[in-house]
Structure formats: structure tokens, C-alpha cells
């Protein structure tokens, strides 16, 4: 089955550029979803389709994904960006499953 | 406003049942894709099973498949997931969540509030 592998944290200073990446093998060839989830709240959409951002969603937000790691980018970090992320594709194989990445606590130092 | 509502988590012994259901509003609901998903305690996000706009298409994770089954009545805009054969690794906070397509599994762009199941004895 497709696994995506996520770092356990990411630790940033405010101001500053925080990346996030979710590796899976030719990851680069599927579309790649991230998700922000503050505690005690349900996930939001932040980036889907690689680099494309729903409305709301800060332009400090923004995506890459090539070869066998997707990049999820924060520019410009705000205390109230600090969260759980997940990246997440759909692994149409024959397996069809969607996959979730395990998931990156961003700390806002 | 589009919301998705679920409702019908609880407590329930190993080896019972449980129905969550999910009521959607704001957006057309048949003509979308539907997800659950859900997270244990203190863990990550896991994906439980989708079903295509018009119940066409149904796919399980393999650690629910043969026990857990979605179904949805696009005429009541209502998703829900059958559970049975519950085990203590099925605790967690269960999510419905809005498909961006309504095929294939594509961006999940909304999502419910959850609804927790605890299953012990």
C-alpha cells in the first residue's frame, strides 16, 4: 500500500519560512492535499491539487510537489498558523485508498 | 451556509453496532463524493471509506472493510456508516467530509465537526 511519510514537528521563529514536506514514492506523478488542524477543531483545507489554495486561505500558504517529496510552504509564520498538518492523495492503484501523511506539529517559537 | 452535521457516536461494547449519520446542507449533496474519516485520540487523520455522488462506487480501508459500510440517501441529503463488529481500536472521533469531486476521490474541502465513538466493555 502508498505510504506518505511527514517529519513528527517543524519548529519556526514568527516572521519566518516554515517547510513542511510528505514524501511517497513518484509522489510527483498524484495530487497532493494539506490540511491544517488547530486542537479540538476538525481539519480545513489549506492547499489541494499541489499548489492550488481555496478561498480564505492566506497567499502565506503554498505548495510544490515534484519527483518523491510535496512541499507544503509557509511564509511569513503567525503564531495562530501553529497546528497539526497532513498531507493527502488518492492512491488509485488497485488498492483505491485515499492516504493520509502521519502528520507534522508546527510549532511557532 | 454549507455545513455537514454528524451525529449517532456513543459508547457501545466490542463486538456491537453503531450508525453515525451525517446531514449535509447548503451545497447539492448528490452530486458529490463523501468521505469518513477518522482519529483516535492523540493521533492522526485516517481514512475510513468514500462513496461515489450517486452511491455508484464504495471504497473501505482495509481495516474496516467487511465490517463498517457507507451508504448515503441523496433525497434526505444524509451520508451515514454502519459499524459493526466494533473493536476498542475503532475509538476514535469519527468526520464526515465533502468530496471537491464527485467521481473519484479528489480534495476533502469540508468537514463535519465529528462525532466520538468509544468502544468498551
Known amino acids: 500500500s502508498y505510504v506518505l511519510t511527514q517529519p513528527p514537528s517543524v519548529s519556526v521563529a514568527p516572521g519566518q519560512t516554515a517547510r513542511i514536506t510528505c514524501g511517497g514514492n513518484n509522489i510527483g506523478s498524484k495530487s497532493v492535499h494539506w490540511y491544517q488542524q488547530k486542537p479540538g477543531q476538525a481539519p480545513v483545507l489549506v492547499v489541494y491539487d499541489d499548489s492550488d489554495r481555496p478561498s480564505g486561505i492566506p497567499e502565506r500558504f503554498s505548495g510544490s510537489n515534484s519527483g518523491n517529496t510535496a512541499t507544503l510552504t509557509i511564509s511569513r509564520v503567525e503564531a495562530g498558523d501553529e497546528a497539526d498538518y497532513y498531507c493527502q492523495v488518492w492512491d488509485s492503484s488497485s488498492d483505491h485508498h485515499v492516504v493520509f501523511g502521519g502528520g507534522t506539529k508546527l510549532t511557532v517559537l | 451556509q454549507v455545513q455537514l452535521v454528524e451525529s449517532g457516536g456513543g459508547v457501545v461494547q466490542p463486538g456491537g453496532s453503531l450508525r453515525l449519520s451525517c446531514a449535509a446542507s447548503g451545497f447539492t449533496f448528490s452530486s458529490y463524493g463523501m468521505h469518513w474519516v477518522r482519529q483516535a485520540p492523540g493521533k492522526g487523520l485516517e481514512w475510513v471509506a468514500f462513496i461515489r455522488y450517486d452511491g455508484s462506487n464504495k471504497y473501505y480501508a482495509d481495516s474496516v472493510k467487511g465490517r463498517f459500510t457507507i451508504s448515503r440517501d441523496n433525497s434526505k441529503n444524509t451520508l451515514y456508516l454502519q459499524m459493526n463488529s466494533l473493536r476498542a481500536e475503532d475509538t476514535a472521533v469519527y468526520y464526515c467530509?465533502?468530496?471537491?469531486?464527485?467521481?473519484?476521490?479528489?480534495?476533502?474541502?469540508?468537514w463535519g465537526q465529528g462525532t466520538m465513538v468509544t468502544v468498551s466493555s
Open positions: 467530509a465533502k468530496d471537491g469531486s464527485g467521481y473519484d476521490p479528489d480534495a476533502f474541502d469540508i
